[in-house]
T-cell receptor, first 116, second 114 residues
């Protein structure tokens, strides 16, 4: 069974640009959650999508947005990039998501974004 | 404001001894707790969890203890093995839902010395 895949794995952008990250969940999983990991703040929850609907959203500015497609693949977009957006962005997929069964939530390897 | 705190950024333990990783939380609504293990260049992987109705959960070499009154949980690894060297994250969630989703600590880097 293929794991959670994230593309691209590495990305360099400049301030003011926008970026789109992609996450393909494990087949059959309907929930995709996104997290930002930085040395200073650790892992922080961005949002969760379940069956194409945003079900939960963390405390991030509106520059951070996402969507989920009918095949459960998800994209995360960050507009008007700031230096502080440099981080490892992780997505995780599961069948039920934050509503239950977190033990079967699997993380992807992450996309490392560097903003110059 | 950090709702889940892991106050030890790193911990060094001799192989074969017990590793104890600590985690404190401030949000009394949290009712489910998980520990994750992360190797470099990989995403976190689930290790063990505990519900707030329990005070202990054991899975092989890993045991998690929960002290609700102190808002404290700990992960015990016995005996520690070289492959246990990784970053360990404590996470908490309120099963009734909320904007915080799954809230993580900043992690503790466990180093197992041969």
């Amino acid at each position: 069974k293929a794991g959670v895949t994230q593309t691209p794995r590495y990305l360099i952008k400049t301030r003011g640009q926008q970026v789109t990250l992609s996450c393909s969940p494990i087949s059959g999983h309907r929930s995709v959650s996104w997290y930002q990991q930085t040395p200073g703040q650790g892992l922080q929850f961005l949002f969760e999508y379940f069956s194409e609907t945003q079900r939960n959203k963390g405390n991030f500015p509106g520059r951070f947005s996402g969507r989920q497609f009918s095949n459960s693949r998800s994209e995360m977009n960050v507009s008007t990039l700031e230096l502080g957006d440099s981080a490892l962005y992780l997505c995780a997929s599961s069948w039920a998501g934050l509503a239950g069964g977190l033990e079967t939530q699997y993380f992807g390897p992450g996309t490392r974004l560097l903003v110059l | 404001d950090q709702q889940v705190k892991q106050n030890s950024p790193s911990l060094s333990v001799q192989e074969g001894r017990i590793s104890i990783l600590n985690c404190d939380y401030t949000n009394s609504m949290f009712d489910y707790f998980l520990w994750y293990k992360k190797y470099p260049a990989e995403g976190p992987t689930f290790l063990i969890s505990i519900s707030s109705i329990k005070d202990k959960n054991e899975d092989g070499r890993f045991t998690v203890f929960l002290n609700k009154s102190a808002k404290h949980l700990s992960l015990h690894i016995v005996p520690s093995q070289p492959g246990d060297s990784a970053v360990y994250f404590c996470a908490a969630i309120y099963s009734g839902g909320g904007a915080d989703g799954l809230t993580f600590g900043k992690g503790t880097h466990l180093i197992i010395q041969p």
